[in-house]
């Protein structure tokens, strides 16, 4: 072997190394990179066909150094689709859970400032008016009480739908695409983009361990949001699937999500076909999300049925009319009572705000009749058959009929008011609090996984100083190598003259 081969092989040594201590320099600049994968240098003997050196057994080869054969990644792809599977459940958890808590804050019945102690207001004015119908201050008091309960449900339910328009609009296209929900399938579009880029880099540029790091980032992110089914081309780049639905084959986005106006989500090809997805989206953000708002819908429902309910009661017992025994309001002006069945006027406690026939907790309001003259109000009842009923203007019987309302079962659970609320109340925050538990402990299990993969492909300064220290070692020792070549050839040329 001659001189100039020993200086050769030396010099791939040294620039071998150089390019490790590269790579050291690269991993110690991102170790606190989020989501960066450490490299590491793979090195492979050159050996190239020459006459001028054999083996003992004869084989002709010759020694011609060390030379980069790749640069990997150091991830463990079990690990990481793992970590994905498990973090679109644990977003999914935790998705749901805020929405559940924060429904939960709404309707809380054991803070003293929901709708049961607008109620035991109400129960008592009307107790009190009973005791003494005639005193105009009393009357007024009940009204005020009797206002408030619908304002109360009006408030409620708006606090609750509110809620729901924030998670996924109010069915108009503006709000829908500004909602949480809008933002979350606009973000998620915008990963689709980014990974057809990067798979399109990849096919072009083969294995190349930054694209594949950025690659993964993606599809960790994509990952988050639902349930997406993730499989790798024989060129490493990466196919998206939302159950049987392509969205991205290798370099091309084939497919878009929309919200639509009721919040349901449909995937749109290039061709402009549009399939409903909604049930293919079972976990991550997306998910979580869809999965919460029923919990938001079945609140709004309950809270329409109690009002219509109540509000039926309480016009019944201030319409009541059997023909024989009715109720009666206060004519102030000439001392008697009368009849509200014979009245003109709608003397309906609750009436609809919109003017529709049929009361909810949106739109209940008191009766302005009513609420601008507190006499209209039915606090007695009797029987009107028997002679100088009119005059029995101290009679509170129908404002005792107000508070033995709160003791009938009104909805369709066949319970009362109250019961009503305290067991929409605990459903509600017990639903909240398990919802809470199950994402904490999700969130247990995927730090875990992120430990174990952090552990193998995050950077460790330890081990990068000492690989560094090894490289330096091995770049000092070729360097020492050509240094030595140099001596000999500069011994060659003095013997020369």
Avoid at 133 to 157: C, G, H, I, M, Q
Avoid at 210 to 221: A, F, M, N, V
């Amino acid at each position: 072997m001659s001189i100039n081969k020993a200086m050769n092989i030396s010099l791939t040594g040294l620039n071998a190394n150089q390019a490790a201590l590269n790579v050291v320099s690269h991993n110690i600049a991102n170790m606190n990179t989020e989501g960066y994968v450490k490299q590491r240098v793979n090195f492979a003997e050159v050996r190239t066909p020459a006459a001028n050196y054999t083996t003992p057994s004869g084989q002709i080869a010759s020694l011609s150094g060390v030379q980069i054969a790749s640069l990997t990644s150091c991830e463990n792809d079990y690990l990481n689709n793992y970590y994905r599977k498990q973090n679109a459940d644990y977003e999914g958890l935790l998705e749901d859970a805020n929405t559940a808590g924060q429904l939960a804050g709404i309707i809380d019945e054991m803070s003293g400032s929901g709708l049961m102690n607008t109620l035991s207001d109400f129960f008592s004015a009307a107790s009190s008016m009973s005791n003494n119908p005639t005193d105009y201050s009393l009357r007024v008091n009940f009204a005020e009480k009797t206002k408030a309960v619908a304002n109360k449900f009006n408030s409620t339910y708006k606090n609750v739908y509110d809620l729901k328009t924030s998670k996924v609009g109010d069915g108009t296209s503006q709000s829908v695409s500004d909602s949480e929900l809008g933002q979350f399938v606009s973000s998620l579009n915008d990963c689709l983009d980014q990974l057809a880029n990067v798979n399109k880099q990849i096919t072009v540029s083969g294995d190349n361990s930054s694209l594949k790091s950025t690659q993964g980032q993606i599809l960790t992110e994509i990952s988050s949001y639902g349930n997406f089914t993730i499989s790798f081309n024989a060129s490493g780049a990466a196919n998206v699937k939302l159950g049987d639905t392509a969205l991205v084959l290798g370099g091309e986005k084939v497919a878009s999500l929309h919200v639509n106006d009721d919040a349901s989500i449909s995937a749109i090809d290039s061709d402009n076909h549009v399939k409903d997805v909604t049930s293919d989206i079972k976990g991550g953000k997306i998910g979580g999300l869809l999965s919460g708002i029923s919990g938001v819908n079945e609140v709004l429902s309950n809270l329409d049925e109690l009002a219509n309910s109540f509000a039926t009661l309480i016009n019944n017992i201030q319409t009541y009319s059997d023909g024989t025994v009715d109720a009666c309001y206060y004519d102030r002006a000439n001392g008697t009572l009368a009849k509200v069945s014979e009245s003109t006027e709608d003397l309906n406690m609750f009436v609809a705000s919109d003017g529709s026939g049929n009361i909810t907790a949106s739109n209940m309001k008191i009766n302005d009749i009513l609420y601008s003259n507190p006499d209209k109000i039915a606090a007695a009842r009797l029987d009107t058959s028997e002679a100088g009923w009119e005059l029995s203007v101290g009679n509170g019987d129908n404002a005792i009929e107000f508070v033995n309302s709160q003791n009938q079962k009104i909805t369709s659970k066949n319970l009362k008011i109250n019961d009503y609320l305290i067991s929409m109340s605990v459903k509600v925050g017990a639903d909240a609090s398990s919802k809470a538990a199950d994402a904490e402990a999700k969130g247990a299990v995927v730090d875990d996984i992120k430990n174990q993969i952090l552990a193998e492909s995050g950077v460790n300064l330890d081990e990068e100083l000492a690989n560094m220290i090894m490289y330096q070692q091995a770049y000092n020792a070729s360097a020492r190598v050509f240094a030595c070549c140099v001596q000999v050839y500069d011994t060659l040329i003095s013997l020369g003259t």
